[in-house]
């Protein structure tokens, strides 16, 4: 390579490291700030965003061509890596200046800081691995120990509980088991606590009973191919699949594989559950004959052990919804209901479903688009009324999409103005803040939702005790994150959870790949842990088998400081695997680097 192409290098190299020293003096005074232990980290975070403001592809090309570092993982030692590119130029030109290593924080030092922020908020590494599991826990955690011994002894070291779901008195059982197993075992686990949020979801439809059908698969013939599969459980969860029934707790205690459970069904018909399978608040059953079981149904063993089912959801009319479909979205306290035609055909009323939060009603325009149901179910706001507004449906499937109350909405063209802590989260906190050892913060937008949170905090007396994992879930926080994470780093333990669901549904199934880089970055130079989140190998905690791309997402959490396994019957299992997947992928890399042991 030519010197002039050199020296053209060094003279963008001396702009950028000029800029980068000129905006770090503007921030003197938010720098003054930072919590101490993040103060270094916060000049990084300053340089990073400074450095991303200029167009680098051109300046990469020409460093990799000489085999010098493209800046690609210097996200987390800026500074000091610009300098050392400079210096090494300026040999190859035979004019190196003066280096000094100490102007900006290094590779090492980079490291310590991210794994001093990383242990005071998810705590200390497992021996052998550095990405810690974090699992979110069914309500049987509270009731049975040796599920969470197992969770623990599987490879859990961070329990998450859901303030959406449950209530004091089973997060207080669950907390008690999570302490004194974790004794048991002797693996420190940390507790994290979600806050609900203002979560947006649809409403309640015009219900039916409350009652589940069960059928085994048949062949063409009429015979049983394969067993339904009925799971047995002390309570039913948003996230129970609908092969779920909610039974005593002392049912549960009292069971063996091979035990056979007798009942009628709604039409008197005599049926039987065959046990295959018992873990610790869950017990799985094959059933043989179509039935229908509803809520108060009594189960009962020849020796005379007998359960009634628990309550059951009423089973809804879900809206059947297609492209081109009108869906008028309503106030909440008028159940939905399908479309109702005309004698002819014609539509007589369009089909409607309530939104839980009236406040959306005020800021919604024509023109915006409204999701449903993570994303399934897409429609454009076509007008609005004193009733709600009007949507044409312009995404569903071909034959239609089916939707259910308590899925999610998601407007990402809308200014919701809908932020911060809701009356139901300050009251959470009161409890979370004698109880956790970290609160995760959902649908942070904004800078101010931080200061909002850290002052109740500190009138709590746990601004410094509790550690705040900031949850990256909609496009308002993802486009401010810079400032969310200055506004953050006023105190000294926090983290960030990439809350890929709703995150996905509000930036783009298209962008999500970059977005999640973007966030793992911008963290990488604030030396912020995350928190991988979201349908981490979901298939397998659900269903009990993973599938291929649920490994492949795996390895990519390794960018990752911590991943979450959200709940399910086979939640053990899930951890078991991706405990060993971090375990031996580790040895191959460290964040975003790749790692070259012996090939064996």
Not at 268 to 275: A, H, M, S
Request: charged share 30%; hydrophobic share 40%; aromatic share 6%.
């Amino acid at each position: 390579m030519d010197e002039k192409t050199i020296r053209g290098a060094i003279a963008r190299l001396n702009e950028i490291i000029e800029r980068l020293r000129v905006e770090t003096e503007k921030s003197a005074d938010l720098l003054q700030e930072i919590h101490p232990s993040f103060k270094e980290s916060a000049i990084n975070l300053i340089h990073y965003i400074t450095f991303r403001r200029f167009n680098l592809t051109q300046l990469q090309g020409i460093l990799r061509k000489l085999g010098i570092t493209g800046f690609s993982h210097a996200e987390g030692h800026l500074m000091n890596s610009l300098l050392h590119t400079r210096y090494l130029l300026q040999l190859l030109i035979g004019q190196a200046e003066a280096f000094d290593p100490g102007e900006g924080i290094n590779m090492e030092r980079s490291r310590e800081c991210l794994w001093e922020h990383t242990v005071g908020v998810v705590g200390k590494e497992i021996p052998g691995r550095r990405v810690g599991i974090m699992v979110t826990l069914p309500t049987e955690a509270a009731y049975f120990p040796e599920l969470v011994r197992a969770m623990i002894s599987a490879g859990m070291n961070c329990a998450r509980i859901n303030c959406a779901h449950d209530h004091r008195e089973v997060w207080a059982k669950m907390i008690s088991n999570i302490r004194s197993e974790a004794v048991t075992t002797g693996q420190a686990v940390s507790i994290f606590m979600d806050l609900a949020g203002p979560k947006i979801r649809t409403g309640e439809l015009k219900a039916g009973m409350r009652i589940r059908k069960f059928s085994p698969k048949r062949d063409e013939g009429g015979h049983v191919v394969k067993p339904a599969t009925v799971i047995l459980r002390l309570k039913l969860t948003e996230e129970s699949p609908e092969n779920t029934l909610p039974v005593s707790q002392h049912l549960l205690e009292n069971i063996a594989v091979g035990d056979k459970i007798f009942f009628r069904d709604e039409r008197r018909k005599k049926r039987e559950l065959e046990v295959a399978e018992v873990n610790p608040g869950m017990v799985k059953t094959y059933l043989y004959k179509t039935a229908y079981i509803r809520t108060g149904t009594a189960l009962h063993k020849k020796d005379g052990l007998v359960s009634d089912v628990g309550e059951l959801p009423r089973s809804e009319r879900p809206l059947l919804l297609k492209v081109g479909d009108t869906l008028m979205v309503t106030p909440p306290g008028i159940p939905g209901s399908n479309a109702e035609k005309e004698w002819d055909g014609s539509l007589k009323t369009p089909a409607s479903i309530p939104c839980q939060m009236p406040e959306v009603f005020q800021y919604v325009k024509p023109g915006e688009r409204v999701l449903f149901d993570d994303g399934k179910i897409e429609a454009v706001i076509t007008g609005t009324d004193e009733n709600g507004f009007i949507t044409e449906i312009t995404r569903a499937r071909e034959k239609g999409s089916w939707l259910k109350s308590e899925k999610g909405m998601n407007f990402p063209d809308s200014n919701l103005k809908i932020s911060g802590l809701t009356e139901k989260d300050r009251s959470d906190l009161e409890f979370v803040a004698k109880h956790a050892d970290a609160v995760n913060f959902s649908f942070v937008n904004s800078k101010d939702d931080v200061t909002e949170l850290y002052h109740v905090l500190e009138q709590l007396g746990v601004l410094d005790r509790l550690g705040v994992v900031l949850k990256i879930e909609t496009g308002a926080g993802y486009d401010r994150l810079y400032e969310i994470l200055l506004a953050a780093m006023k105190k000294q333990k926090v983290g960030v959870m990439i809350a890929r669901g709703d995150l996905a549904v509000e930036t783009g199934w298209e962008h999500m790949g970059l977005v999640q880089e973007e966030i793992l970055a911008m963290c990488g130079a604030a030396h912020v842990p995350v928190i991988w989140a979201t349908q981490v190998l979901e298939n397998l905690a659900k269903k009990g088998i993973p599938s291929r791309s649920e490994i492949t997402d795996v390895t990519n959490s390794l960018k990752a400081e911590c991943v979450m396994l959200n709940k399910g019957p086979y939640i053990t299992d899930a951890v078991k695997l991706l405990d060993t997947i971090l375990r031996e992928t580790e040895k191959f890399r460290l964040k975003k680097e790749r790692l070259l042991p012996r090939m064996q």
